[in-house]
């Protein structure tokens, strides 16, 4: 009887996504796969080539800082190219930059690739997540994030464990392996992926020819997007530890990196087995409340540390701040996909992307410090006020922000732009369409003067969409207002020809979502 229930969960897990989804995921799977040099860099310079700790951590921080610079080019790149050619832009340029890395000899020729490889590397990462937003239903978003994320941990897993074996035989066998896995990546993306980013003018807020109003500055400007970002930076600054932090402390106790080993390969084995059934438990339940629990369990997680004196301590804690991590991730990222704009979703990602590969950087430099001068204790109790101020955050802005939350306050269209900004528009004068929403009558907006203005819709009860409610029921909290691409009817109606950028997938109308008319 267990194992019957527990097929019935996996099917249902995985059903009722679109082919071209599980094409991506399995793009990210291949791509984790070989993702060797990051977990063997340290010590090809240092035991290969013979270069100093402190040399090896100056490349480490240029690959990095190629990171924070590309989530932002990426975003932007996603939005104005398409998310299919910044995946074979990133992917071809990672895969010729690892190879190029596996011959240079030069100390200063080393860290250059090093930077390039960072950059290139995470560029594509806004653009698979804008993508995934783009071809997953709303309400299978968190579930569709978190298939990723345990795909990613699921070839990080692999990887690692098979990075050891490879470095014995030959480094370069390592750099060219990943390189060739990447380059599959691209293969995959070319042949199977079709592009998903949504045509100027098919999201309410926008006008013919008007992605551009989606700027980095529009991004900026959306305070309570902004303030997402800085929470989810204090909560990776968390995470960074187990990485960071942890080695070092678990070292100064005493303990071998064998140990250190054994206590974090606990993270990965966790999230393989419980990313799954974790995810149908929080799927349909308030993000906001869930971002508070995970950010505090995140901090105390690591706070416990303080008090570990043996592996299984350790073990135990590392317990705590990967169930944090297995909640947090799919729930933050799908917060960020509602407040995001659908023609701006690469630069929004881009910018999320940026503070988790911002706090990659300051995480090193702010365990050291701590370490150095404190002790480990300071540094785990630091976690534990971190992760505090970070879920208080999360409780103060998600009760006041629409689209998010399930109370009356969850009225911010998704597609829209943040604060009543919007592109000039021409919509008819007095044609706005009567719609009808679940719990009364919705009327239409007059479609005059600025597109930002078409976003406002009245309705009895809830807000609803403007315009034909498609059979199955609206999405509670998240109506989909988007524009038809002109000229072709509102229902089922595919954008630019693509079978996954509208809401027609594979022959099939979607149902459960609202498609709005201005």
């Known amino acids: 009887m267990p194992l019957v229930a527990a097929r019935r969960a996996v099917r249902e897990t995985v059903s009722g996504l679109p082919r071209e989804f599980w094409w991506l995921w399995t793009s990210t799977l291949v791509n984790r796969l070989g993702a060797f040099v990051a977990t063997f860099m340290a010590l090809y310079l240092t035991l290969d080539r013979g270069y100093s700790a402190s040399y090896a951590g100056l490349v480490a921080s240029l690959h990095g800082l190629g990171g924070v610079v590309s989530s932002l080019v990426g975003g932007v790149m996603a939005d104005r ?46 653009a698979v997540q804008a993508m995934m937003a783009d071809i997953v239903r709303p309400e299978d978003r968190v579930r569709a994030f978190s298939l990723n994320y345990w795909a990613i941990n699921l070839g990080f897993a692999v990887s690692s464990m098979a990075a050891g074996f490879i470095a014995e035989v030959s480094y370069r066998a390592g750099f060219l392996l990943e390189a060739g896995m990447t380059l599959t990546c691209a293969i995959l993306v070319f042949l199977k992926l079709p592009e998903s980013r949504p045509e100027s003018g098919t999201a309410v807020g926008t006008a013919d020819g008007a992605s551009d109003a989606v700027g980095l500055g529009t991004v900026v400007r959306d305070g309570r997007f902004m303030g997402v970002v800085g929470l989810s930076f204090l909560v990776a600054l968390i995470f960074q530890q187990g990485s960071v932090g942890l080695p070092v402390a678990m070292g100064a106790a005493g303990f071998t990196p064998a140990d250190y080993g054994l206590a974090i390969a606990v993270n990965g084995v966790l999230i393989v087995a419980l990313q799954i059934p974790v995810t149908r438990f929080i799927e349909h339940r308030d993000p906001g409340r869930l971002l508070v629990v995970s950010s505090v369990l995140a901090g105390y997680g690591f706070g416990l540390t303080a008090f570990a004196g043996s592996i299984g301590v350790f073990a135990l804690t590392v317990c705590v701040w990967t169930l944090a991590e297995i909640v947090n991730a799919p729930t933050q990222t799908g917060v960020v996909v509602r407040l995001s704009p659908a023609q701006g979703r690469g630069r929004y990602q881009g910018m999320y992307t940026m503070s988790w590969s911002v706090a990659a950087l300051v995480a ?10 404190w002790g480990a204790e300071w540094l785990w109790g630091l976690c534990a006020v971190i992760g505090t101020a970070a879920g208080a955050g999360y409780w103060a802005l998600m009760r006041r922000m629409p ?38 009558t919705g009327a239409g907006s007059q479609g005059a003067g600025k597109a930002g203005a078409v976003v406002s819709a009245t309705a009895i009860g809830k807000a609803t969409a403007v315009g034909e409610q498609v059979p199955g029921g609206q999405v509670p909290g998240e109506p989909v207002l988007e524009r038809p691409v002109p000229g072709n009817p509102i229902a089922g109606n595919p954008i630019a020809g693509s079978p996954i950028a509208g809401k027609h997938v594979s022959g099939e109308q979607v149902s459960g979502e609202t498609v709005g008319s201005v």
Request: net charge negative.
């Open 81 to 126: 190219l398409g998310r299919r050619p910044t995946l074979l832009v990133a992917q071809v340029s990672t895969a010729l930059s690892v190879a190029l890395l596996g011959f240079v000899r030069d100390p200063v020729a080393i860290a250059a690739v090093a930077f390039l490889v960072g950059a290139a590397s995470n560029a594509s990462r806004p």
């Open 364 to 373: 090193p430099l702010m365990s050291g410090v701590v370490i150095d001068r």
């Open 403 to 440: 689209g998010v939350g399930d109370g009356p306050d969850s009225t911010r269209p998704e597609g829209a732009l943040p604060d009543g900004e919007g592109a000039e528009g021409t919509g008819a004068e007095g044609t706005g369409a009567e719609g009808t929403g679940p719990d009364g």
